[in-house]
């Protein structure tokens, strides 16, 4: 059975850290590319960051430029997501998902994880 599993979410303040992990199960995570997203309630789905099969090419959105940072460790099968100075607009369910080539919106994406929850609250 192919899976992604997300894990690493929490309750964290404003200006703490998260590090989130995505394992991969039942394929071989290497032979795709890897997207991070997001969703809170009321809001529609949105791309934060990818990763390129190799791990040669990230981009990330303008909103979390500077503070994530997206990697991969294809040895492990898995996807890491380094949130630093999270702020509470970064409140939202977090999703792995996975396809051939990045991109910056959820259509196109074969496997998806359950997601994981990150709140950001004083």
């Known amino acids: 059975q192919l899976q992604l599993v997300e894990s690493g979410g929490g309750l964290v303040q404003p200006g703490e850290s998260l590090r989130l992990s995505c394992a991969a199960s039942?394929?071989?995570?290497?032979?795709?590319?890897i997207g991070w997203f997001r969703q809170s309630p009321g809001k529609e789905r949105e791309g934060v960051s990818c990763?390129?099969?190799?791990?040669?090419?990230?981009n990330y959105a303008d909103s979390v430029k500077g503070r994530f940072t997206i990697s991969r460790d294809n040895a492990k099968n898995t996807v890491y997501l380094q949130m630093n100075s999270l702020k509470p607009e970064d409140t939202a369910v977090y999703y792995c998902?996975?396809?051939?080539?990045?991109?910056?919106?959820?259509?196109?994406?074969?496997?998806w994880g359950q997601g994981t929850q990150v709140t950001v609250s004083s």
């Open positions: 998902a996975a396809r051939l080539v990045c991109s910056p919106v959820p259509r196109g994406y074969e496997y």
């Open positions: 990763i390129s099969r190799s791990g040669s090419s990230t």
């Open positions: 039942g394929f071989i995570l290497d032979l795709y590319s």
